[in-house]
């Protein structure tokens, strides 16, 4: 999906104002000059009325009109550059002015969207993602396993919480590079502090940074925004966001769990699970509930749907949390 045709035109308004700052700049820079050196105006004058004199010649089939329009208009810009700087001001003081000189701020070069249209997508996905809201250290290169001990072992698969986050790393790193290509979801589950919400924020910056667009919510921010939108009609934010929830590439719900349950709020969670997996738009869903409390709180249809369609990853370990303070 990347970008919607609301966001990818509000890039374009951006460059259209970077090209009206720049038409500005010019003009202004042009009436300056002509006001200071009437001169320069005036070799401007005579470039445009060569122009017209040797196109009514070339129209009446003057073979050499051409090139000798060609030799006057060189003289005329020498006199011009020669004129300006003399002046004090730069050779090129009444070109253009861009922001970004290799796109001429079109956002394009040729059919291929410059650098600075590409950055332009990535800083307004990571502003609607609520990203921007977590800490910028989360990231897979800053992220240590070290904090998971290879003498902690869950009881019921034996392995080791080392053992454990080697294989989750694993299959998140696929999911990421198979993004767009691929359909996966993943489940994150496990007590507080073992890295979930660090490990889900390490996700959504990758997949950003490839040009997804992707949402991030806490379970709480989740279902009032859905809430707002059922029972305020009249809400355009709130319609506009939940629309955005169930049409985005990506959507992290965090911290299932931690909101106020009830029979809309498990209505609105499956409607929107399972919505996002008929149209095949993935979801990362971390949670410190149990499997079990899981099929409790929010019923047995979304239960199915998760673990019939999920990645399900239990992360066991410390609480990374005291292990930093410790640190320091």
Do not use: W
């Amino acid at each position: 999906m990347g970008l919607r045709n609301a966001q990818y035109h509000a890039i374009m308004r951006e460059y259209e104002k970077r090209q009206l700052k720049s038409h500005d700049i010019q003009t202004a820079r042009y009436e300056e000059v002509y006001t200071k050196l009437p001169e320069f105006k005036s070799l401007d004058d005579s470039i445009s009325i060569l122009s017209v004199q040797y196109g009514k010649k070339l129209l009446n089939g003057d073979p050499t009109a051409l090139s000798s329009l060609k030799e006057e208009l060189a003289l005329l810009r020498a006199s011009k550059k020669k004129l300006l700087t003399s002046a004090g001001y730069p050779e090129n003081y009444l070109e253009p002015v861009y922001e970004c000189p290799d796109c001429k701020d079109t956002g394009y070069i040729g059919n291929e969207k410059c650098h600075c249209f590409k950055k332009a997508i990535i800083e307004l996905l990571y502003e609607q993602s609520n990203i921007k809201k977590i800490p910028e250290d989360a990231d897979f290169s800053n992220f240590r396993l070290d904090y998971y001990s290879r003498s902690h072992y869950d009881k019921k698969t034996g392995r080791s919480a080392r053992e454990a986050m080697d294989n989750t790393l694993e299959i998140c790193r696929h999911f990421v590079d198979s993004f767009g290509t691929e359909f996966h979801n993943l489940f994150l589950y496990g007590d507080v502090g073992v890295g979930k919400t660090y490990l889900s924020t390490c996700i959504a910056k990758e997949i950003i940074n490839r040009e997804f667009s992707v949402i991030y919510f806490s379970a709480p921010q989740l279902f009032n925004t859905l809430a707002q939108n059922t029972f305020d009609k009249k809400d355009v934010d709130a319609r506009n966001m939940s629309e955005y929830i169930f049409e985005c590439d990506l959507l992290i719900i965090d911290d299932l769990g931690t909101e106020y349950t009830n029979s809309f709020i498990a209505s609105q969670f499956f409607t929107c699970i399972n919505e996002r997996l008929l149209h095949r738009k993935s979801t990362i869903i971390s949670t410190n509930l149990s499997l079990e409390s899981l099929a409790d709180l929010y019923t047995e249809r979304s239960f199915s749907r998760i673990t019939s369609s999920y990645s399900l990853l239990k992360i066991i370990g410390d609480d990374i949390r005291i292990k930093k303070k410790l640190e320091h």
